[in-house]
């Protein structure tokens, strides 16, 4: 009981000190898109500076351990669809730790959030509504020139969190993406974030250690010919093989 109420009291903390911090630090990123936006038309210093913000809350919650894996394999320069299995809301903040250049394709909701979302569109990340089949086509065309720009994203292949444990279905889109603008796929395998706090909560359950291991690039070479479905479910087989090994 006393376990509970100490957990309850720290998270309403956290919760207020994340709200408070995020209105200083969204200051601070619109001061840096207005003063680099003439000659960062990528954004990247913004998304590192987001990436900073995002990952904070990782380093300061003394109940979060993680261990980070394979960051090497991410190279700077290059251009890539990155794709992570999703288990919480927490991925988000454990992935901003790549401190690599990429844009986020997210839903459409998370665009709406106070700040959060005001960032996400600061930043040009990619917004899709899951209900429309033209926001769909519309998030891809996007997509498409995102990478032709040499702008990496970053997508969840699961396409919500997938709270069964493991690795839940793949849609396609992700790999569609790679096969059409010929660029590697660097998949991340997550875990430990289900159990950080757990959907619809905001209460944490206690301390909790993440993993996060990003995996060798897959070339363009290495699937060239073969079609989106082919390609993700052998993708999905690899990452299930490396979940089981955990």
Partial sequence: MLKRLVLIIFSVLYWIWFV?????CFAIA???WIATLPFDRKLIILH?????????????NPLWSLKMTGRKNVKWGRTYVIISNHQ???DILVLYGLFRHYKWVSKKENFNIPIIGWLMRLNRYIEID???RGS?????????DTLRSGNSVLMFP???RYLGGGIGPFRDGAFRMALENQVGLIPVKLNGTANTIFKGKIIMTGKERITAKILPE????????KTPKELMNEVREMMIEEYKQL
């Fill in 20 to 24: 408070l911090t995020n209105i200083g």
């Fill in 30 to 32: 619109l001061i840096i």
């Fill in 48 to 60: 590192q500076f987001s990436c900073f913000w995002g990952h904070s809350y990782i380093w300061l």
């Fill in 88 to 90: 919480s809301m927490v």
């Fill in 130 to 132: 899951r209900g429309s």
């Fill in 136 to 144: 769909y086509l519309k998030m891809m065309r996007k997509i498409k």
């Fill in 158 to 160: 699961e396409g919500t």
């Fill in 218 to 225: 897959i070339s363009y070479e290495s699937f060239r010919g």
